[in-house]
């Protein structure tokens, strides 16, 4: 499946249609650079080692179809590129990393041919050092789960977000392989229902015993002593270990904390934001209200209800009980630790 999810097609980029999930596996061939800053902003893809490599092909892509006389002309219409797909999701990390690493190729480039074909090796790269980074984060963290355990989830963290092996579901799909008997509280995961769509295809094709719960019953697992460790992704970790992630991500660490339970961070290093020195730092994307007030078009709220639609939360760092990285598990103190390893 991970081979799918996002493929270079020379002149296009094909993707697996997430909004579509799980009623249809469709998938959409995004020929310009245009088209793929739509599906990134529509969450026709989401995720934010996903949304890096995706905003690396529509450079390439987009670079393959600019006609400029001269060397500078052509970086000049390429940063455009850049700002545009830059303005789709302000607040994943990787995708701004990806930007700079195909803007330095481009600019140490000596003419237009030979560029264009090092934003297409840049990215081919940049989809495979993001997959195998999530490989190698998930056999880490796997040793942090023992068998019998209950693990709680949130949003969709798995092959879908990621276009590799996954993270917070990389790791529980690593523990499963190894042989350990364990099961998965998902949570819905509003406005958008990820967890409810996208970690249960997940989960289903991987055949991981899973339970699917609103949001609002973790702490009623956790209370009854139902929950033994909760792992989350990241969209974002600033250089003190403060993460910003799904809506929601904040309220399960202040409940694993309340009653004893281990919140672990999954994130590949591509991350974390060294420029950052806390979460209060970190742009939260503010999205459409109507994520909120309709459910797959159809509204559930009065007319001309107002709501409020942030995309992310940020968990102050005191909260979490280790980062699951590429390269280790890392804890307190983060601020030297995070430095050590990025």
Known sequence: MNNLLIEWLGDRVKILDQTRLPQEEAYLELTGYQAIASAITEMRIRGAPAIGILGAYGIALGALKIEAESRDEFLARLREINHTLASTRPTARNLFRAIDRMQRVAEAGRNIEQIKESLINQAIKIHGEEAEATRKLSQFGAELIEDGFTILTHCNTGALATAGYGTALGVIKQA?????????????????????????????????????????????????????????????????????????????????????????????????????????????????????????????????????????DVTPHHYITAIITERGIIKEPYIERLKGIC
């Open 176 to 312: 499963k392989e190894q042989g350990k008997n364990i099961k998965v509280l998902a949570t819905e995961t509003r406005p958008l229902l990820q967890g409810a769509r996208l970690t249960t295809w997940e989960l289903k094709k991987t055949d991981i015993p899973f339970t699917l719960i609103t949001d609002s019953m973790a702490g009623y697992f956790m209370s009854r002593g139902e929950v033994d460790c909760i792992i989350v992704g990241a969209d974002r970790i600033a250089a003190n270990g403060d993460t910003a992630n799904k809506i929601g991500t904040y309220s399960l660490a202040v409940l694993a904390m309340e009653n004893g339970i281990p919140f672990y961070i999954a994130a590949p290093t591509t991350t974390v934001d060294l420029s950052l020195a806390s979460g209060n730092e970190i742009p939260i994307e503010q999205r459409n209200p109507e994520e909120v007030t309709n459910i797959q078009g159809l509204s559930i709220t009065p007319e001309g209800t107002q709501a409020a639609n942030p995309a992310f």
